[in-house]
T-cell receptor
Framework: GAGVSQTPSNKVTEKGKYVELRCDPISGHTALYWYRQSLGQGPEFLIYFQGTGAADDSGLPNDRFFAVRPEGSVSTLKIQRTERGDSAVYLC?????????????????FGPGTRLTVL | AQSVSQHNHHVILSEAASLELGCNYSYGGTVNLFWYVQYPGQHLQLLLKYFSGDPLVKGIKGFEAEFIKSKFSFNLRKPSVQWSDTAEYFCAVNARGNNDMRFGAGTRLTVKP
């Protein structure tokens, strides 16, 4: 079946501009996650949605970053007044959270990412 | 908050050599543990996971990992690597009750033919 998809695959923008990155999760997955991966680093958690609401946005670096998921499916990560330091690969993941034997199984499936370059 | 450390940044092996990649995490509570792999030009894929039960976990492509709770470790192993195993490997931890996943910095594995 279809996996997580992200658009665009590449985005080049100028410092100070506004960008939107889109994520289409696996159909039926209730949880959606955004990560940022800088060169030579592992993915860094940004925000997590359960349904339409942001259940945990503790990873957003500052108030220039915002994400929405209005209908509980597609999500958009929005970055205002982009800076060169925002350049990274932005990853989206989704999961179908289940509980068994008291443990939460929230295996995440990742999309291909959007490579953002801020000039 | 939990954190993950991977001991090796870059490992170079010849084909048929045995592999062990270290992963330690810091968190006192119950955790879920994962190893993800990222082949060149491809997105992150799950290699194996541990939620509960047998601490020795078998994954795809002959990989396995052992959860040692007393050592806060979840090392990845493969008895005989292949050239096609060349990739970046990430260890990740998800603490019970949290939904964010914490990743290590990754270990780049290069297998020489």
């Amino acid at each position: 079946g279809a996996g997580v998809s992200q658009t665009p695959s590449n985005k080049v923008t100028e410092k100070g501009k506004y960008v939107e990155l889109r994520c289409d999760p696996i159909s039926g997955h209730t949880a959606l996650y955004w990560y940022r991966q800088s060169l030579g680093q592992g993915p860094e958690f940004l925000i997590y949605f359960q349904g339409t609401g942001a259940a945990d946005d503790s990873g957003l670096p500052n108030d220039r970053f915002f994400a929405v998921r209005p209908e509980g499916s597609v999500s958009t990560l929005k970055i205002q007044r982009t800076e060169r330091g925002d350049s990274a690969v932005y990853l989206c993941a989704s999961s179908l959270t289940t509980r068994r034997l008291g443990r939460t199984n929230n295996e995440q499936f990742f999309g291909p990412g959007t490579r953002l370059t801020v000039l | 908050a939990q954190s993950v450390s991977q001991h090796n940044h870059h490992v170079i092996l010849s084909e048929a050599a045995s592999l062990e990649l270290g992963c330690n995490y810091s968190y006192g509570g119950t955790v879920n543990l994962f190893w993800y792999v990222q082949y060149p030009g491809q997105h992150l894929q799950l290699l194996l996971k541990y939620f509960s039960g047998d601490p020795l976990v078998k994954g795809i492509k002959g990989f396995e990992a052992e959860f040692i709770k007393s050592k806060f470790s979840f090392n990845l192993r493969k008895p005989s690597v292949q050239w096609s195993d060349t990739a970046e490997y990430f260890c990740a931890v998800n603490a019970r009750g949290n939904n964010d996943m914490r990743f290590g910095a990754g270990t780049r594995l290069t297998v020489k033919p």
